[in-house]
């Protein structure tokens, strides 16, 4: 007589190992709370935490990495996603694709009028009638940037033969060069070739305004977009590995060669996050790549997880949605005075951490609370399995 569990376990398929990459949430998390920190110094730049601050025009920090490093991780989203649909167009995925790209671009701009229309209500002396905030709604920034890069890099793949898309990268990227050059592109003031489109287009009103030119603007969205193709591309190439030590070694050899190429063309094109120059592109891809590849060994490969993880695990599954409200709590946080006219970050920074600390680490101190603020919502909603995706 035939045992029936025998007889099942011959004719059941071996489950099929998940090609699912841990470590890409946990980078994703990682920027998003890094991207955090930056935007919440407590006060002016000067009394930042200077790690945490940009380079002033030319050059990199580490806090150049966060956004780019982001942008990176969309870009292999992106293949993640699209893979769903087989690279093809249906409505489904022209809808999907239309109403995240419009959503980041609408959040960005609703954020920013909200802000300006609170900032009105408590101080009458900056308050000039909501037409006059429509008026000078600055138009671009960061999930617009994200919105509108990831709306053209999803049309393109569906589009454009993905053996193509190194080409159309490098044509971007070439492109842009040369605008920069022939437009007197590295002057850090309105004379400068991106200023002068962005003013022209959309007005010096709807623009960045305690910068020139606008480091989101219209001309440097088109690295940007070669940028996130970028990580496409190597969402390509891992996916398309089965073996867990091909993708590592894979990425470690991308993010090295993007790396090298983008230093050695520095000496041409000036490595600069503001202009977003196709070297920026470049070597921050490259750093990423490889911050990957050292993470999916540590994590993916050795199994090291712990409460570190779990803590940018948090971000990494509600990534966006927690950015947007760490722009929504400096209403409580900056704006609106709580104790005898002053914000609870007056209070916190400018009375009480900068008594007893030095400036600039009281300043990190701040910027590390606001983080946390937005880690315990996330973190009740990754206990509730609530997963909002923008």
């Known amino acids: 007589m035939n045992n029936p569990s025998n007889q099942t376990t011959a004719e059941t398929p071996a489950p099929k190992k998940s ?57 292999i989203t992106t293949y993640l996603s699209l893979r769903k649909f087989q690279f093809t167009w249906s409505k489904a995925c022209a809808r999907k694709i239309a109403k995240r790209a419009f959503l980041l671009w609408g959040i960005g ?28 709604l600055r138009l671009l920034g960061v ?88 990580g496409f591309c190597v969402g390509k190439v891992i996916m398309s590995l089965n073996d867990l030590n091909d993708k590592i070694e894979r990425l470690f050899v991308i993010g090295a060669l993007l790396m090298l190429a983008g230093a050695l063309l520095a000496y041409l094109c000036p490595v600069s996050k503001k202009l977003w120059t196709p070297t920026f592109a470049m070597v921050t891809c490259g750093i990423a790549c490889t911050l990957l590849a050292l993470m999916s060994w540590v994590i993916d490969k050795r199994g090291h997880k712990g409460r570190i993880t779990e803590f940018f695990h948090v971000f990494g599954v509600n990534p966006l949605a927690l950015y947007v409200l760490s722009d929504l709590l400096l209403i409580p946080y900056s704006i609106i005075p709580f104790f005898s006219g002053k914000t609870l970050q ?36 990754y206990k509730k399995h609530i997963y909002i995706k923008l």
């Open 109 to 136: 701009l609703a954020i920013s009028l909200l802000l300006t229309y609170i900032h009105g209500l408590v101080d009458p002396t900056k308050w000039h009638g909501f037409g006059y905030a429509l008026a000078h």
């Open 143 to 230: 999930l617009p940037r994200l919105g509108i890069c990831y709306g053209l890099a999803a049309v393109i793949a569906l589009s454009v033969k993905h053996k193509l898309i190194p080409w159309l990268i490098a044509f971007l990227f070439v492109a842009y060069y040369i605008v920069l050059e022939l437009g007197n592109g590295y002057a850090h003031d309105a004379t400068n070739i991106l200023a002068v489109v962005d003013n022209a287009v959309m007005g010096a009103n709807h623009t960045y305004k305690w910068d020139t030119p606008d480091p989101e603007g219209l001309l440097s969205t088109l690295p940007a977009l070669g940028h996130v193709l970028i």
């Open 346 to 381: 007056k209070v916190c920074f400018g009375d009480v951490l900068s008594a007893f600390l030095p400036v600039q680490w009281a300043s990190l101190c701040w910027a590390l609370f606001c983080v946390l603020t937005c880690w315990l919502v996330g973190l009740w909603l």
């Open 19 to 75: 090609q699912r990459i841990l470590s890409i949430d946990i980078l994703r998390g990682l920027t998003i709370a890094g991207m955090i920190l930056v935007n919440n110094p407590g006060g002016p730049e000067e009394d930042s935490f200077s790690p945490l601050c940009h380079a002033e025009w030319i050059g990199l920090t580490p806090t150049d990495l966060v956004f780019p490093t982001f942008m990176f991780i969309m870009g």
